[in-house]
T-cell receptor, first 113, second 119 residues
Framework: NAGVTQTPKFRVLKTGQSMTLLCAQD?????MYWYRQDPGMGLRLIHY???????AKGEVPDGYNVSRLKKQNFLLGLESAAPSQTSVYFC????????????FGSGTRLTVV | AQSVAQPEDQVNVAEGNPLTVKCTYS??????LFWYVQYPNRGLQFLLK??????LVKGSYGFEAEFNKSQTSFHLKKPSALVSDSALYFC?????????????????FGPGTRLSIIP
């Protein structure tokens, strides 16, 4: 099925550890986004990309890095995890006209202890 | 300042009754407005949008929303609730300052409202 796939689905990290979340889409979308979801806060944009090789900061970029080496993949990295990064992370993609709507992945639940 | 607000954390409705999930925005100009739904352990799904034109927009699963510029609201409605409508609902906006011809507008989400339909 076409869509957005996120791996892993769950992860527990110790403070200070690093990890990479992978987002892959097979819809040939130009635009990709990483959001974090926290209770009562809605979704907040971490980083986004408007095309292969490009990245930009969103609302809450600190502590995260991203890369878009291939059009279909958007990686989110945590270099030194902190408990404040405990959250559910969602990747989304769009064709470039956001008024057509985003396609979201099913999320990654990350716990930092 | 929050651009989009959902004043109710939780809404409970009896099955078969009409439902309303409220959304207000606090920006000047004409934003683009959206509703998304999130079922348990799933990503968000697009329900409907208002860009321009008729203030009443219809979307998926029998939902509709009315854009009210004077009240800066975009409430989500359904005439008869189903138990399967139980989910987390997010209102979202593209701020007027971000609307462009480049196709790179970003969505700003509200905090979400949990809708529970009681059998």
């Amino acid at each position: 099925n076409a869509g957005v796939t996120q791996t892993p689905k769950f992860r527990v990290l110790k403070t200070g550890q690093s990890m990479t979340l992978l987002c892959a889409q097979d819809m040939n979308h130009e635009y990709m986004y990483w959001y974090r979801q926290d209770p009562g806060m809605g979704l907040r944009l971490i980083h986004y990309s408007v095309g292969e090789g490009t990245t930009a900061k969103g609302e809450v970029p600190d502590g995260y890095n991203v890369s878009r080496l291939k059009k279909q993949n958007f990686l989110l990295g945590l270099e030194s995890a902190a408990p404040s990064q405990t959250s559910v992370y969602f990747c989304a993609s769009s064709s470039g006209q956001v008024t057509y709507g985003y396609t979201f992945g099913s999320g990654t639940r990350l716990t930092v202890v | 300042a929050q651009s989009v607000a959902q004043p109710e954390d939780q809404v409970n409705v009896a099955e078969g009754n009409p439902l309303t999930v409220k959304c207000t925005y606090s920006v000047s100009g004409n934003p683009y407005l959206f509703w998304y739904v999130q079922y348990p352990n799933r990503g968000l799904q697009f329900l409907l949008k208002y860009i321009t034109g008729d203030n009443l927009v219809k979307g998926s699963y029998g939902f509709e929303a009315e854009f009210n510029k004077s009240q800066t609201s975009f409430h989500l409605k359904k005439p008869s609730a189903l138990v399967s409508d139980s989910a987390l609902y997010f209102c979202a906006v593209i701020l007027p300052g971000e609307i462009s011809n480049f196709g790179n507008e970003k969505l700003t989400f509200g905090p979400g409202t949990r809708l529970s339909i009681i059998p």
